[in-house]
């Protein structure tokens, strides 16, 4: 099991040179093993062979760019995701979540403040794994609602046909947190709360985002919604029934 840096194998997937070196090298120093790229080509193959734990993915890559690798990427696999984006890139941010990454901080980005977010990111991957490992009392985690089920160790969603699907961890936390309080509605505030581990902006519009998503996961028609209801001017409602 990865307890400590020297444990952890991270992969930067820059094409500035000096983007890449600074990041490389910030890395190194606190004590992670890291490999560098300066593009995307058979990435998933090399995560899988090098045992890669954490991608740190420019969007903005020459060929096949950032938001293809992600979607490629979270199809068959688990490993952390936070993209790397331009200030101007709010539409690929979003869109970058939606198909799966797991942070994203944007250029020009402090490096601390980016190491601080893969540390947050590789330990909740780590506590979700020893969760897995232990087995403590799973069966009775396991969200249970209109015969779908949510997995907190696997942050996977079945639904009531057995299809499974692991969640990015936005689309999870956020699931989570409605399914904590049914009945009750959520403010954006409150939602933004639980699953950024950052300082948001008031039109920062990643909730709305992550409800649509889930939704169309759900089969919950968004012009008629039966288990996330829109509570307009106030935020969201979990209406579904729990342990069903």
Do not use: C
Request: net charge negative.
């Amino acid at each position: 099991m990865k307890t400590t840096p020297a444990d952890i194998h991270i992969l930067i997937v820059e094409d500035d040179l000096a983007s890449r070196s600074l990041l490389v090298s910030y890395f190194e120093n606190a004590g992670y093993r890291v490999s560098e790229t300066d593009n995307a080509d058979h990435l998933a193959e090399r995560i899988d062979q090098d045992a890669v734990d954490l991608v740190l993915l420019d969007i903005s890559l020459p060929g096949k760019d950032g938001l293809t690798v992600t979607r490629e990427l979270r199809a068959n696999s688990a490993v952390g995701i936070i993209l790397v984006t331009s200030k101007g890139d709010e539409i690929d941010r979003i869109v970058g979540l939606e198909l799966g990454a797991d942070d994203y901080v944007t250029k020009p980005f402090n490096p601390r403040e980016l190491l601080v977010r893969a540390k947050n990111l590789l330990w909740r991957m780590f506590i979700a794994d020893t969760a897995k490992r232990n087995g403590e009392s799973r069966s009775q985690m396991i969200y249970s609602f209109e015969g779908w089920q949510l997995d907190p160790y696997k942050r996977q969603l079945t639904s009531p046909e057995g299809h499974h699907e692991r969640l990015p961890e936005g689309e999870f936390k956020l699931l989570q947190t409605l399914v904590n309080h049914p009945g009750q509605v959520l403010s954006r505030d409150q939602l933004m709360d639980a699953i950024h581990d950052r300082e948001w902006t008031p039109n920062d519009r990643s909730v709305d985002v992550l409800i649509g998503r889930l939704r169309r996961k759900l089969g919950d028609n968004p012009s008629n919604p039966q288990l996330i209801l829109t509570a307009h001017g106030a935020g969201y409602m979990f209406a579904g029934n729990t342990g069903s």
